[in-house]
Nanobody, 120 residues
Framework: QVQLDEWGGGSVQAGDSLRLSCVASGRSFSGSSMAWFRRTPGKAREFVAAIGWDAAITNYADSVKGRFTISRDNAKNMLFLQMSTLKPEDTAVYYC?????????????WGQGTQVTVSS
């Protein structure tokens, strides 16, 4: 089992930036690929970004490529998502997850989520 806790969401204007953080406890974080997903009301949860255990590999959804950056600090058991040039369509609850599969991306363990709201 692994417990994931996210924070860093908030209400911002279009064009602003936010940094989401996630801390993991329980099983080995440093050996796990990790990811961010998001969900908007009425829609299925969608993949945002993933990162390999050593950060050598990353993958992004086309909708966020060039604007979002995923990173990790294995010494602190932490995962990050730097979001820049935010758009109203980025409004969602963002979830930190351990990555069970790369293609298509799917999560195993999930955090509770943090709300991001982007106003135009």
């Amino acid at each position: 089992q692994v417990q994931l806790d996210e924070w860093g969401g908030g209400s911002v204007q279009a064009g602003d930036s936010l940094r989401l953080s996630c801390v993991a406890s329980g099983r080995s974080f440093s050996g796990s690929s990790m990811a961010w997903f998001r969900r908007t009301p009425g829609k299925a949860r969608e993949f945002v970004a993933a990162i390999g255990w050593d950060a050598a590999i990353t993958n992004y959804a086309d909708s966020v490529k060039g604007r979002f950056t995923i990173s990790r600090d294995n010494a602190k058991n932490m995962l990050f998502l730097q979001m820049s040039t935010l758009k109203p369509e980025d409004t969602a609850v963002y979830y930190c997850a351990t990555l069970g599969r790369w293609n298509p991306p799917s999560g195993n363990f999930w955090g509770q989520g943090t709300q991001v709201t982007v106003s135009s």
